[in-house]
């Protein structure tokens, strides 16, 4: 069962979702640009399974506020004082696209409160062709000036996100998409071998790897996630 719930985050209201025994482990999940929490739904049942999933709406997405002012710096914020609102401290955290650029940052900063890191199909900070995308026709899910906000900074991301990479504590993952993602799969192995330890594990079917390819995303993800003890390098197919 998912329950849908809203907090407080520093004046800011994030909507999330919640599923999963109480007793267990915190997961929380970080969805791309533009989307929101029902994005994880082909993935929720399994990962639920062990886990207490949170999957956050984060600012400018779906039932969260739309505050006008948006960054990556500011969604990091955001999730630190959902963390401390909800009283969690060390979580499990994954994130995709956007959202993996959002928990590498919180990985960066706060390294006490990331045990674990899944970074899916997330692009490397290096300065990429800028491009103003075209706004869809009709009402969005989203705020449109967020996406042109957020597509600026990943355009062209603050340098220190780059070099901070190597201050990350927390075990990664970094899960890829293969040839047929539209991020560069190069940039994707820079970022897992500027992490201690990263470990890449490629799943070819494009960049929603966990809409695509659920059950290998959540056999991937859940062998990674296990305690070190039992945890074993996790092969694909």
């Given at each position: 069962?998912?329950?849908?719930?809203?907090?407080?985050?520093?004046?800011?209201?994030?909507?999330?979702?919640?599923?999963?025994?109480?007793?267990?482990?915190?997961?929380?999940?970080?969805?791309?640009?533009?989307?929101?929490?029902?994005?994880?739904?082909?993935?929720?049942?399994?990962?639920?399974?062990?886990?207490?999933?949170?999957?956050?709406?984060?600012?400018?997405?779906?039932?969260?506020?739309?505050?006008?002012d948006y960054s990556l710096e500011l969604m990091q914020a955001d999730v630190l004082r959902f963390l401390d609102a909800l009283?969690?401290?060390?979580?499990?955290?994954?994130?995709?696209?956007?959202?993996?650029?959002?928990?590498?940052?919180?990985?960066?900063?706060?390294?006490?409160?990331?045990?674990?890191?899944?970074?899916?199909?997330?692009?490397?900070?290096?300065?990429?062709?800028?491009?103003?995308?075209?706004?869809?026709?009709?009402?969005?899910?989203?705020?449109?000036?967020?996406?042109?906000?957020?597509?600026?900074?990943?355009?062209?991301?603050?340098?220190?996100?780059?070099?901070?990479?190597?201050?990350?504590?927390?075990?990664?993952?970094?899960?890829?998409?293969?040839?047929?993602?539209?991020?560069?799969?190069?940039?994707?192995?820079?970022?897992?071998?500027?992490?201690?330890?990263?470990?890449?594990?490629?799943?070819?079917?494009?960049?929603?790897?966990?809409?695509?390819?659920?059950?290998?995303?959540?056999?991937?993800?859940?062998?990674?996630?296990?305690?070190?003890?039992?945890?074993?390098?996790?092969?694909?197919?």
């Amino acid at each position: 069962m998912v329950d849908h719930r809203s907090v407080d985050a520093g004046g800011v209201r994030l909507a999330y979702q919640v599923s999963g025994p109480p007793d267990a482990p915190p997961l929380v999940l970080l969805h791309a640009l533009g989307e929101d929490a029902n994005d994880w739904e082909t993935v929720t049942p399994a990962l639920a399974r062990s886990r207490r999933l949170y999957a956050l709406d984060l600012r400018g997405h779906g039932r969260s506020d739309w505050p006008g002012d948006y960054s990556l710096e500011l969604m990091q914020a955001d999730v630190l004082r959902f963390l401390d609102a909800l009283g969690l401290g060390r979580v499990d955290l994954i994130g995709h696209s956007m959202g993996g650029i959002v928990a590498y940052l919180l990985a960066e900063d706060h390294p006490q409160r990331v045990s674990r890191l899944v970074l899916e199909d997330v692009p490397v900070p290096r300065p990429r062709e800028q491009t103003t995308p075209t706004r869809p026709d009709g009402d969005l899910t989203f705020d449109w000036e967020m996406v042109l906000a957020i597509r600026r900074q990943i355009d062209l991301p603050d340098p220190r996100w780059l070099e901070r990479l190597s201050q990350i504590t927390a075990a990664t993952l970094v899960v890829a998409g293969g040839p047929g993602s539209h991020v560069p799969q190069d940039g994707i192995a820079e970022l897992a071998r500027r992490i201690p330890g990263g470990q890449v594990e490629t799943i070819p079917v494009g960049h929603l790897i966990h809409r695509a390819a659920p059950q290998a995303f959540t056999r991937v993800v859940s062998v990674f996630l296990l305690p070190d003890e039992d945890s074993r390098p996790a092969r694909w197919p």
